[in-house]
């Protein structure tokens, strides 16, 4: 809507050539995108249209930069807006709307709903933990791999592809085949060990199948949470291992 207006502005006062500056990518993107339906952009393209059409010369530039990344259109749009928002004294007169950026408010809405999430997920935290997921404190949050704890693995895709099915029980194993695939009467049994063929489970690969090396001498799911850091344990054993929880090492697709 802001973009909307300040085409408006600068049409009424004739302008030849517009700079429409925005730090986010989807806003300059909708601006003149009638799809939607919004009236805003509707009226923004009208506005245009007859705008191209008064002079040849008059032209459009609309101009994406990151936020506080040294663009001095960008940098004064913010201090006007911090102004009018945070300005001393300021009281909110009967009907009035302190200024916001549609980025603004998608970030206060999604911090919002991700706080209410998190509290009714304390508040019964078995409930909403899926059923094979490993509940532990440490896997909590697997939502960035910029952020703890994924943070740690600093590797590739592949490793952190691994880290994660491993954790929440979505690797390619028989039991994830019976869970989900079940009509399409796969093989589910591991045949990568030396002993007859077992049923191929998360647990098999983590603490049974010969195939694999591992550091740690946990034998159960139990005894591998209560252990101080189970996920330096995960980590070290699909380094150990590269196609551990991996496609390569799934059972065949037919029995």
């Avoid at 799809?35 to 040849?56: H, K, Q, Y």
């Avoid at 191929?200 to 591992?214: A, K, P, S």
């Amino acid at each position: 809507m802001a973009l909307g207006t300040a085409i408006g502005f600068a049409y009424l006062k004739r302008y030849h050539t517009i700079h429409i500056f925005a730090d986010s990518e989807s806003a300059l993107q909708s601006v003149l995108d009638t799809s939607t339906g919004r009236m805003s952009s509707v009226n923004a393209c009208r506005i245009l249209r007859d705008w191209f059409e008064r002079d040849p010369r008059n032209h459009l530039h609309l101009h994406y930069c990151p936020s506080h990344s040294g663009v001095a259109e960008n940098e004064a749009v913010d201090v006007n807006v911090r102004y009018r928002v945070f300005r001393g004294g300021r009281v909110r007169r009967p009907g009035e709307v302190f200024p916001t950026s549609y980025s603004y408010m998608r970030s206060a809405i999604t911090s919002e709903v991700l706080d209410e999430w998190k509290q009714l997920v304390n508040a019964n935290p078995s409930a909403y933990w899926g059923r094979f997921h490993f509940r532990h404190p440490t896997f909590r949050q697997l939502m960035h791999t910029g952020h703890y704890p994924l943070k740690r693995l600093s590797a590739g895709p592949d490793l952190t592809a691994r880290f994660i099915r491993c954790i929440t029980g979505h690797a390619p194993t028989g039991h994830y085949r019976d869970r989900f695939r079940l009509r399409h009467h796969e093989s589910t049994f591991c045949y990568l060990h030396s002993g007859r063929p077992t049923y191929h489970t998360r647990e098999h690969v983590l603490f049974e199948c010969d195939r694999y090396t591992r550091l740690f001498r946990h034998s159960s799911i139990e005894e591998f949470l209560q252990s101080l850091d189970p996920f330096y344990d995960i980590e070290r054993f699909l380094r150990d291992n590269p196609t551990a929880l991996s496609f390569a090492d799934a059972p065949p697709d037919r029995l």
